[in-house]
Nanobody, 122 residues
Framework: QVQLVESGGGSVQPGGSLTLSCAASGNFFEIYYMGWHRQTPGNHRESVALINGEKNTLYDDSVKGRFTISRDNAKNTVYLQMNNLKPEDTAVYYC????????????????WGRGTRVTVSS
């Protein structure tokens, strides 16, 4: 019912910048939360940043001051601006959305994108 499509990944040198985008489409009533998670080459999974409909944000300590999450509610799109990238930021980044399917739905449903790869190396 909901599709998430990420874009913006690539390869950069340490200190470089990338901006990731994730657009939600399909049939739904409201997106409560959107965010980014990542899986490192060592298969470590972690939350990177979250944002709700009121645009309150939450960041992992490892990216505070370097990454900025934002959300365009009209376009159902979330962005992640990544500055001063470090080798340890290398990972596949996945977009997440917590969705209310209809006005009468008693529960919300999680959706995940297919991921976009970020590689930071000299």
């Amino acid at each position: 019912q909901v599709q998430l499509v990420e874009s913006g990944g690539g390869s950069v040198q340490p200190g470089g910048s990338l901006t990731l985008s994730c657009a939600a489409s399909g049939n739904f009533f409201e997106i409560y939360y959107m965010g980014w998670h990542r899986q490192t080459p060592g298969n470590h999974r972690e939350s990177v940043a979250l944002i709700n409909g009121e645009k309150n944000t939450l960041y992992d300590d490892s990216v505070k001051g370097r990454f900025t999450i934002s959300r365009d509610n009209a376009k159902n799109t979330v962005y992640l601006q990544m500055n001063n990238l470090k080798p340890e930021d290398t990972a596949v980044y996945y977009c997440h959305a917590q969705v209310k399917q209809s006005q009468t739905s008693p529960y919300d449903t999680p959706y995940w994108g297919r991921g976009t790869r970020v590689t930071v190396s000299s």
